[in-house]
């Protein structure tokens, strides 16, 4: 065989870079099935990482702002609302023909410190009613959904309808769900409303229970007349977890869809502190553990599309949150920290690529 000489070398890396770019980026493959993808995206990588920006534009047809709509970042004093940081994701968003999702209007956490204190049985209502209506008001027209409720249930904490015993449900009890979402059905009405929770993919028996009293909780919130329309699965999976069985996932969405609610993928990464430190060994579990959610997930219909918490390894919470016990960096997203697609890219663009075809909504 005749030995390449540099000049035939860099042609040939030049040739499949330009073939690496006519691969068709994860939005472009999900439209052609009626499903979107997107991701989270900081402040942060928005403001300071203008690659990391620009690979977000070429995968995503959806952002949602990691921080920049939460009640922190957005209502930092009790008369003070700050929307410089999601406007500016909003702007990026439109001038590169990206949709925006808002997230969210009601949870136990990323709160100003303001709020816990000041929340009583008296005020509460009004305090939730006049956030709702700024917020979901300022954006109007402009966002394609809310996730109006997040991370509402745990069984564990024995309150009615399961509810997770938070700021909101012990000033409000289960009627701060109805505030939340009939307040942002006034308000937005072309928003999807979805109630977005985390826990729900495996059968470890604390999942079961959350499965069960999410299933119990939407049918009460419907016979109730509350305005909820989808449900967000944040898809935070692990891949040493063992316990993911395709049936009863599949099922699971199956179970929602029957209700007549939309299903989106909000959140998905997948972290690996329980694995070796080998990197491709890491990366083939992660991508075959993701490939094997995402399967029984998008076989339902109801399922609108797909985002991940973060475009590439560069910046994932899931360090700080589940460190590994070796500080490696986790690799949990779709590219790596060079902006490489890797394994868990290829797993979902196949996972989507064999998904069902579906009528496109929002
Ligand atoms: C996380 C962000 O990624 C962090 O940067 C922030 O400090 C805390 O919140 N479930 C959710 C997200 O619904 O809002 C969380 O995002 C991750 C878990």
């Not at 509402?152 to 909101?168: C, F, H, S």
């Not at 499965?211 to 119990?216: C, H």
């Not at 995402?294 to 590439?312: C, F, I, N, Q, R």
């Amino acid at each position: 065989m005749p030995r390449l000489g540099r000049r035939s070398l860099l042609a040939g890396s030049a040739l499949a870079l330009m073939a690496a770019d006519t691969v068709p980026a994860l939005n472009a493959r999900a439209k052609r099935r009626g499903l979107f993808f997107g991701s989270a995206l900081s402040d942060d990588t928005l403001a300071n990482d203008p690659m990391a920006t620009a690979r977000v534009d070429a995968e995503c047809g959806m952002v949602v702002g990691e921080a920049s709509y939460k009640w922190a970042d957005i209502h930092p004093a009790p008369q003070t609302y700050d929307f410089s940081r999601a406007d500016a994701l909003l702007s990026f968003a439109n001038s590169h023909a990206i949709r925006t999702r808002g997230h969210t209007l009601v949870w136990h956490e990323g709160n100003p410190d303001w709020l816990e204190p000041t929340l009583n049985a008296g005020n509460a209502e009004n305090i939730l009613t006049d956030h709702v209506r700024t917020v979901v008001g300022h954006f109007k027209g402009k966002l394609v959904h809310w996730d109006v409720a997040n991370e509402v249930i745990d069984p564990d904490d024995k309150q009615p309808l399961k509810l997770r015993r938070t700021l909101w449900q012990r000033a409000l009890g289960p009627a701060y769900l109805d505030i939340a979402f009939h307040t942002t059905a006034e308000t937005d009405p072309g928003a999807l409303r979805v109630l977005n929770d985390f826990g729900t993919d495996y059968t470890l028996a604390w999942q079961e229970r959350k499965r069960v009293a999410l299933l119990e909780l939407l049918a009460d919130m419907l016979r109730r007349g509350v305005p909820v329309q989808a449900v967000g699965l944040q898809g935070h999976l692990d891949a040493g977890e063992i316990t993911l069985d395709q049936n009863v996932m599949a099922k699971f969405v199956a179970d929602i869809a029957s209700m007549g609610l939309k299903v989106i993928v909000t959140e998905l990464d997948v972290r690996d502190q329980r694995l070796p430190a080998d990197i491709s060994v890491r990366d083939d579990a992660v991508a075959a553990h993701a490939r094997a959610w995402l399967d029984a997930v998008l076989a339902s219909p109801a399922v609108l599309g797909v985002l991940t918490w973060g475009m590439s390894d560069r910046h994932s919470w899931l360090n700080d949150k589940f460190p590994r016990p070796d500080r490696l960096t986790q690799r949990p997203l779709p590219l790596d920290v060079g902006l490489n697609r890797k394994k868990l890219w290829s797993a979902i663009a196949a996972s989507i690529d064999s998904a069902p075809i579906r009528t496109a909504m929002r």
